[in-house]
């Protein structure tokens, strides 16, 4: 739910597989686990999200089943044998919930139901069935922070002060016009409420653009909307809140998902006392003044009820999980998600300072610390480490250099997938899908970027249709017109032709998921990084375990050759010859010493004799 403006200037596959690649092809791709072993794979050390590899579907935009340009949940059911086939352990599906699409579909006005566009209920409960059957679990989105203002709770909420729901909202008097304090920005929403003339209480602004003060002439009250105005935030102070949020998600969690990711999950609480935010100078797209949010953002209230969400959620058999989008300073903050030593919060809070962190870069120190720090400071606790969502340019454009992006993106999805922790990855990352920006004003879908247009040009570039192959409509959809226009580049991007390729970004994932699955040094070894004085190799060793030998990950993520000792003894690891397990440079396949010249943009991955 998070804009980018926080990481940026803000019938089935196979059957059409078998019918369309040779045989030899297919050969050339890894081999798939039955559902009962890929179950059973997740098994080691730990629960099963320990090790998963989880991926998120915007289902607009994954398959269309029934010929009206937008994706569905039957269409997802459709495509499982390609998700088996490449290793996915869990889905995260983006918001299915009924809803106006303002946000699409992050303003829920039911949670309890489909959208229709997406299908019924009946349609997800054959969706988690065959799911089950293709070993792969299920994650919904859950928004705890805000619903739509056509939910039937902010109905009534809105309707008086005096209705039950009256205190499920954040609700405000404003304060007078030309009270001392009151700058041109609130005067800007001036309303004439029952003692005249009233501002917002405050100068917070919503991240879509405007005051985050909404008047409603019912209540002659101003309600709080951290996001659009049509998503009013919850009052978490009331326990009613509380008990009627967490019983929508008993009701999910009754049907058999695997857990939530949480969405905004740290905007849950606002400060009781509604102080102005500190103001950081100059404006953002949207022509409102930069604000340093800490009244609105990851208060320390939150803990308090993550905790007893996890409580709850720990009640369910089958390691039910909870993910965070934890947008955070620090890896001391990270660390504050999972309960600290404690770890009785969050499983998996997302660890956005490696994909997305501010100043983020290709750049080998900067990977190296985040990396490190999430292996050492989170008190033992999984990280989970992601570089593509459906509010962020894709990273094959964020990273890539226009020249190399696809040996870049193999890099990035080697520290993806070879790193110690869980993994997150975005449908068509495993493609190299391209982000495509809408080129006018009048063709943009987000209304974050009809608002911030030219600055912010919104996030339909990264929501762009699946491209499965390179017929007509990448075989997203029958239908001539798509919710959003398939990208040029499904002609050559695409499932189909990829898993022709020995050589191409899917079948790299294909490999590397493979490894990571079947290796238990990659799944559960200790991850040191070495030769730490390199500006552009990253290299880091996973620790033997067991019985099987270190593993050493060497990438170089500059442009040109790069010839080094590789030392794992500082990793506390006797070495002195190596042999190569995966490469993306023919040249290294057969090396054999820990001397070795890197290739540009080359990833190296060898065992340790």
Avoid: C
């Amino acid at each position: 739910m998070s804009p980018r403006l926080l990481s940026r200037t803000s019938a089935t596959l196979f059957a059409l597989a078998w019918t369309t690649l040779s045989a030899t092809a297919l050969a050339q791709t890894t081999p798939t686990l039955t559902p009962d072993a890929q179950m059973q794979s997740q098994l080691h050390d730990g629960p099963w999200w320990k090790h998963a590899l989880i991926y998120e579907i915007y289902p607009r935009s994954f398959q269309d089943s029934n010929g009206d340009g937008v994706g569905d949940l039957n269409g997802i059911t459709q495509r499982l044998d390609y998700l088996q086939q490449t290793g996915i352990d869990a889905i995260w599906i983006a918001p299915m919930y009924p809803s106006p699409q303002v946000d699409f579909g992050y303003d829920i006005s039911n949670y309890e139901a489909v959208d229709p566009q997406y299908g019924t209920l009946a349609d997800f409960d054959k969706l988690q069935a065959a799911a089950n059957g293709h070993g792969i679990r299920i994650i919904l989105d859950m928004v705890l922070n805000h619903t739509s203002d056509k939910h039937a709770w902010f109905v009534e909420s809105a309707s008086s002060r005096t209705n039950p729901k009256a205190d499920w909202y954040v609700w405000n008097d404003g304060i007078p016009a030309d009270g001392p304090n009151v700058n041109d920005y609130q005067r800007k929403y001036t309303h004439t409420g029952p003692k005249g003339k009233v501002v917002p209480p405050n100068n917070w602004v919503s991240l879509f653009g405007g005051s985050a003060w909404e008047w409603v002439e019912a209540r002659q009250q101003f309600y709080y909307h951290d996001f659009y105005k049509q998503q009013p935030d919850l009052n978490w102070r009331n326990p009613a809140v509380e008990k009627a949020m967490f019983d929508t998600m008993r009701f999910w969690l009754d049907r058999g998902v695997a857990g939530f990711r949480l969405d905004a999950i740290p905007a849950l609480f606002e400060d009781p006392q509604l102080r102005n935010e500190p103001e950081t100078g100059g404006t953002n797209a949207q022509g409102d003044p930069n604000l340093k949010k800490i009244y609105t953002d990851n208060l320390p209230e939150v803990h308090d009820t993550i905790r007893r969400m996890r409580a709850m959620i720990n009640s369910y058999p089958n390691n039910r999980v909870l993910i965070g989008e934890t947008y955070l300073p620090n890896t001391a903050a990270l660390s504050a998600w999972y309960g600290g030593a404690a770890a009785n919060e969050l499983q998996l809070p997302m660890d956005m300072l490696i994909g997305f962190g501010t100043g983020v870069a290709y750049k080998a120190p900067y990977f190296r610390q985040y990396l490190n720090e999430a292996e050492t400071q989170l008190n033992g606790a999984q990280p989970l480490i992601v570089f593509d969502n459906h509010d962020n340019v894709r990273s094959i454009d964020r990273f890539g250099d226009g020249q190399h992006n696809q040996l870049i993106a193999k890099g990035i999805a080697s520290i993806l997938l070879t790193s110690h922790a869980t993994a997150m990855t975005y449908y068509g990352a495993e493609l190299g899908m391209p982000t495509t920006e809408p080129t006018r004003k009048e063709d943009v879908k987000d209304p974050i970027g009809i608002t911030g247009w030219p600055k912010e040009k919104g996030r339909d570039g990264e929501r762009t249709p699946m491209q499965w192959t390179p017929g007509a409509q990448a075989d997203f959809s029958t239908s001539a017109q798509t919710w959003l226009p398939i990208p040029p580049s499904y002609t050559t991007i695409n499932v189909q032709t990829e898993l022709a390729d020995p050589n191409s970004l899917l079948n790299w994932h294909k490999r590397l998921i493979a490894m990571r699955r079947d290796n238990p040094t990659l799944r559960d070894g200790k991850q040191t990084m070495i030769n730490t004085d390199s500006t552009a190799v990253l290299a880091y060793v996973r620790a033997a375990t067991a019985g099987q030998p270190s593993i050493l990950v060497a990438i170089n993520l500059s442009n040109q050759p790069q010839t080094l000792t590789l030392d794992p003894s500082t990793a506390g690891v006797a070495a002195k010859s190596a042999k190569t397990l995966l490469t993306d440079a023919p040249e290294l396949n057969a090396v054999t010493t820990l001397n070795t010249t890197l290739p540009p943009y080359a990833t190296w991955i060898g065992s340790l004799q």
